[in-house]
């Protein structure tokens, strides 16, 4: 009884393929017509592929050029060798000697918040940071990114001297003061 039904089962899966079959085939009159009229237009023009320009390559050619890694000498031609090397040996900052902390912030960031005259009459001045900290300093700390020492503290100024460069390889005093803010 299971060969039969087995059998009558797939005679009714081959019929229902068959069906769907045949079912495919009516409805493409209108596709059969629209590829006619496409196989009968005149082909088309393809354009030719566009014509380009050979790369050229740059060659940089440094020869005559000064050498990037090389110091310039800016100083005039007419300086005499002798004053040049004794303008080398001149002013200096002390690169040797350990920072202070206020040294870490540019001059015009510090603020002078006050000063303190303790029991032996030395006059310390309070300096607020761009870090939110206070610091006391007198005569002789430095202060500010150029090598600035105080030389005096008054209740209005702090007056500094600092070392700048001056643009030709040596350094020159300066003056500057951080006055009280109120």
């Not at 059998?7 to 596709?31: P, V």
């Not at 566009?50 to 005039?76: A, G, I, M």
Request: net charge negative; charged share 25%.
């Amino acid at each position: 009884m299971t060969g039969r039904l087995e059998s009558l089962l797939k005679f009714a899966l081959l019929a229902g393929l068959i069906g769907l079959l045949t079912g495919c085939g009516e409805g493409l009159g209108d596709l059969q017509q629209f590829v006619q009229q496409v196989r009968a237009k005149p082909p088309g023009r393809i354009e030719p592929i566009p014509e380009f320009t050979p790369y050229t390559n740059f060659e940089y050619s440094s020869h005559d050029l000064r050498d990037p890694f090389k110091l310039v000498d800016f100083r005039r031609p007419d300086e005499v060798p002798e004053d040049i090397a004794q303008l080398g040996d001149g002013l200096r900052p002390d690169i040797e000697r350990v920072k202070e902390p206020l040294e870490d912030f540019p001059l015009d960031t510090l603020r002078l918040k006050g000063t303190i005259d303790d029991k032996d009459g030395i006059k310390w001045a309070l300096i607020f940071a761009p870090d939110n900290t206070i610091h006391r300093v007198i005569e002789g700390n430095y202060m500010g990114q150029n090598h600035g020492r105080i030389i005096s503290v008054t209740d209005q100024t702090i007056e500094l001297t600092e070392i700048v460069p001056d643009g030709l390889g040596n350094y020159i005093e300066r003056s500057s003061a951080v006055a009280l803010i109120e």
